[in-house]
């Protein structure tokens, strides 16, 4: 199998052996013997390796990324999010089918705050924590970084957490923009997950509308 990491990623980036959160390894290890296929290790980044865009998602899903390799690839939150990203010229291709298609990000990454599949879908506090200095490395080596898009309020307190900001200062909403710094813009929108689509929480048109303020921004 294609190495499922576009770019050479530093280890304090991404460390394909952590084990750093014990309840989330041993699941890992579960889920591998009942799917040997199943890529079952940390997620790595995937996109552009010095984008101006930054997507950050909550956590591989079971038969998704956790099982390609690639985060949002697999399963139900993948086709809004490439769809969404191609329409607005950050991405190559309008699917991601596997870690060895061609698709290429353009001026975007996409990232997730926990790296491993938590049971559930549901990473511990903790888990999240612990995975928070991989994601501060790489927002910190991400040096033409102008915009983050945070889907739901796990990766939006992971990305705050990272950056050592406080949440009352920067309240999740949906499509709300804060200005970090004069170069730094953090859009919200809610999380492309099956549960929000389906029940009409995030319609295409609402995930469009973040993208499109997220393209003038980055054009202007
Ligand atoms: S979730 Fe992050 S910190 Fe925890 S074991 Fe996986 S890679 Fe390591």
Known sequence: MASPAAVPLATSVYDPDCRRCPRLAHFLDEVKH??????????????AAHPRLI????????????ATGRP?????CGPLLYSSLHRFGFASASESRSV????????????????CLPPQNKPERSEVRNCTSFLGAELAEASQLRVLLTLGTVAHQAVLDAL?????????????????????????????????????????????????????????
Not at 56 to 65: D, K, Y
Request: charged share 20%; net charge positive.
């Open 164 to 220: 050592r900001l406080r949440l009352r200062d920067y309240p999740f909403a949906h499509h709300r923009r804060h200005q970090l710094t004069d170069a730094l813009v953090l859009f919200n929108s809610y999380h492309v997950s099956r549960y929000n689509t389906q029940t009409g929480r995030l319609t295409e048109a609402m995930f469009h509308s973040v993208l499109a303020d997220i393209r003038k921004l980055l054009d202007s």
């Open 100 to 115: 060895d298609d061609g698709l290429k990000l353009i001026d975007c990454r996409i990232t997730n705050a926990v790296k």
């Open 55 to 66: 997507v950050v998602g909550l956590a591989p899903g079971l038969h998704g990324a956790n």
């Open 72 to 76: 949002f690839t697999g399963d139900w």
């Open 34 to 47: 009942d799917h040997p296929g199943y890529f079952c290790k940390p997620v790595p980044p995937f996109g």
